[in-house]
């Protein structure tokens, strides 16, 4: 039979398998934080899986596919910024700086029609956002 000791210590190594993964697990949100991060330190490597755990960990977070975007468009991979950015407006149709990057690949894509289609809407969700903001400052 064993010890009152050796039960103890099962018992503690049982409850800190199951405490340490939730302490240590990140959310998609940190993720997407840590890619930033990379980015300001140019691993653009590194940035780039830390967007897609952030995909992973919440493929419906936006934030996580504009990341991804941008590092796509600084790798010169327009197709897969393109689907990066798309990505993200499906899931945020008022994601204002994902219209205007959605933009800049198209540009770069050489579709000129669809590059001014996405800036337009750019600069009219800009504004209303702006005069949104502006609204709200006054209330306060």
Known sequence: ???????????????????????????????YKEGLSHI??????SAEQAFQKAIDKSPKN???YYGLGGIH???KKYDLAEKAFKATLRLDPTFVDAHYSLGYTYEQM???EK???EYAIYRRLKKKMDQFMKE????R
């Not at 300001?40 to 490597?45: A, I």
């Open 136 to 139: 709200e400052a006054a209330t």
């Open 62 to 64: 936006p934030n996580g």
């Open 110 to 112: 050489g579709q000129k």
């Open 115 to 117: 590059s001014e289609r």
């Open 73 to 75: 468009n600084y790798r």
């Open 1 to 31: 039979m064993p010890s009152t000791r050796t039960l103890s210590t099962l018992c503690l190594l049982s409850l800190l398998a199951l405490i340490l993964p939730q302490c240590s697990d990140k959310d998609s949100h940190d993720y």
């Open 40 to 45: 300001e330190s140019q691993d653009y490597e």
